[in-house]
C-alpha cells in the first residue's frame, strides 16, 4: 500500500511538468495552425502570429516552477499532498493552454484583417493566462505547508 | 482524463487562411476567386471534401438541367439529408431547403394554383403538409416560424421578384450568421463560409444597377453617333 502511496506522490511531483507539456504542445499548435493559415492570407506581420502562437508555452514553464517546488523526499506522509497540488495544478494548466490556443487561434484569425485591434483580440488569451496563474501561485502557497519542504 | 483535443483543430489553419466574410448585397465581389477558394479547400479529407460538394450540389439549382423535375429536385435533397449525418450541417440545409418550399409555395399560389395534394411533390422539410393545410392563409400561419413571408407575400403578389430574390437572400445570410457565432475552427465553418462565399457572389454577378449600367454603356457603344438622336415623341 505505502509503495502505492508513495508512487502517487512521484506523480503528484511531475505531472504539473508532463501535463503542462502536454497542453503547451496542443495549445501552440493550435494557434501555430491559425498563424501559418492567416500567412497565406496576409502580406506582413508574420512575426507577431509567430509570437501570439507561442503563448500558450507558459503554462508548461508554470509546471516546471511547480515541480520543482513540489520536490522533496517523498513519505507516506507528504504524498497524498504532493498528488493533490501536483495532478490538479497540471490538470488546471493542461486546459488553460488548450484553450489559449484557441483563443490565440481567434485573434490571429481577427487582426490579420484588422491590425488595428491586435492589444484588443488578445485579451481573451490574457484573461485566461490569468486564471492559470491563479493554479500557479496558489500551488506554490498551499505547497509551503506540505511536510518534507527543504 | 478528458479529451484534450478534437478533430476541430485540423480546421484551424484552413479557416485562418480565408479572408473575413464580406457583406451581402454591400460587398462588390466576393472577397476570393472560386479557384483561389477551390487551392485553398484542398487541406480538406476526402471525405470532408464529397460532402461539401453535396452540399453545394443540394443549395445550388443553377447547375441542374432544365428537363430535371420537381420530384427529382426533391428526391436528391432527401437523399442528401439522410447521407449527412452532422446536425449543424443538416440544419443549415434543411433551413435553405425550407426558405425554398415557401418561396415555392407563393409562386404557385401566385400563379393560382390550388393547395397541392398529399401525392403531389413539391417541396421538402417540417411545414409541407402544414402549408397545404393553410393555403389560403397569406402567410401559411407561419408567420411565427417565418416572420419574412408577409413581405415576401407582398413582393410575390406585387412581381417585385429582385427585391423578394433580396429578401430570400437576407434570410439565408441571417441563419448562416447565427450558426457561424456558434462554430470558429470546424467543418460547420467552412460550409458556413463557402455558402456564404457563393451568396456574395452570385448576387455580386447579378447586381442590378451594375447590369443596368453595363446595358447603358452597351448601347451606347453600339449606337456611336446616333445615340444623342431624340425620336419621334419625345419631349
Redesign the interface.
Known amino acids: 500500500m505505502n509503495e502505492l502511496v508513495l508512487a502517487l506522490g512521484w506523480t503528484g511531483i511531475y505531472s504539473p511538468m508532463a501535463i503542462g507539456a ?2 503547451s504542445s ?1 495549445g501552440c ?2 494557434a501555430g ?6 500567412m ?2 496576409t502580406e506582413g506581420g508574420y512575426g507577431r502570429y509567430v509570437g501570439l502562437s507561442a503563448l500558450p508555452s507558459s503554462m508548461v514553464i508554470y509546471g516546471i516552477v511547480i515541480m520543482f517546488t513540489l520536490n522533496r523526499e517523498v513519505t507516506p506522509e507528504n504524498a497524498g499532498a504532493l498528488f493533490g497540488i501536483g495532478f490538479f495544478a497540471g490538470f488546471a494548466l ?2 488553460a493552454a ?1 484553450w489559449q490556443g ?1 483563443a490565440c ?2 485573434a ?2 481577427a487582426f ?2 484588422k491590425p488595428e485591434i491586435f492589444g484588443l483580440s488578445l485579451a481573451p488569451a490574457a484573461i485566461i493566462e490569468g486564471f492559470a496563474v491563479f493554479a500557479f501561485v496558489f500551488a506554490l502557497v498551499v505547497s509551503a505547508g506540505v511536510p518534507g519542504a527543504q | 482524463m478528458p479529451a484534450v483535443e478534437t478533430h476541430q483543430d485540423a480546421y484551424v489553419a484552413l479557416i485562418a487562411s480565408l479572408p473575413s466574410r464580406e457583406t451581402l448585397f454591400v460587398a462588390k465581389q466576393a472577397p476570393l476567386s472560386r479557384l483561389k477558394l477551390d487551392q485553398r479547400l484542398r487541406v480538406l479529407s476526402d471525405e470532408d471534401s464529397a460532402t461539401l460538394k453535396m452540399i453545394e450540389d443540394a443549395l445550388d439549382w443553377r447547375s441542374l438541367p432544365m428537363k430535371v423535375t420537381e420530384r427529382d429536385v426533391i428526391n436528391r435533397s432527401r437523399r442528401i439529408l439522410q447521407h449527412v449525418d452532422n446536425e449543424t450541417l443538416q440544419q443549415i440545409v434543411r433551413d435553405r431547403l425550407e426558405i425554398r418550399t415557401c418561396i415555392a409555395a407563393l409562386r404557385r399560389r401566385a400563379l393560382g394554383e390550388g393547395a397541392p395534394s398529399k401525392d403531389t411533390p413539391w417541396g421538402i422539410g417540417r411545414w409541407v403538409d402544414h402549408i397545404a393545410r393553410n393555403w389560403t392563409e397569406p402567410t401559411f400561419r407561419l408567420d411565427g416560424v417565418f416572420p419574412w413571408l408577409r413581405e415576401a407575400n407582398r413582393l410575390m403578389r406585387e412581381g417585385d421578384t429582385v427585391a423578394l430574390e433580396r429578401l430570400v437572400l437576407a434570410e439565408a445570410d441571417k441563419r448562416l450568421r447565427r450558426l457561424a457565432g456558434e462554430h470558429l475552427f470546424d467543418f460547420e465553418a467552412v460550409v458556413i463560409y463557402v455558402l456564404q462565399w457563393s451568396m456574395v457572389d452570385r448576387w455580386s454577378r447579378y447586381n442590378a444597377e451594375v447590369a443596368v449600367r453595363r446595358f447603358d454603356d452597351l448601347t451606347e457603344a453600339g449606337l456611336g453617333r446616333f445615340a444623342s438622336l431624340s425620336f419621334e415623341g419625345e419631349g
Do not use: M
Not at chain 1, 33 to 38: D, T
Open positions: 502536454i497542453g496542443i499548435a493550435i495552425q491559425a498563424g501559418i493559415g492567416a497565406l492570407e493542461l486546459y488548450i484557441r487561434a481567434s490571429i484569425n490579420k484583417e
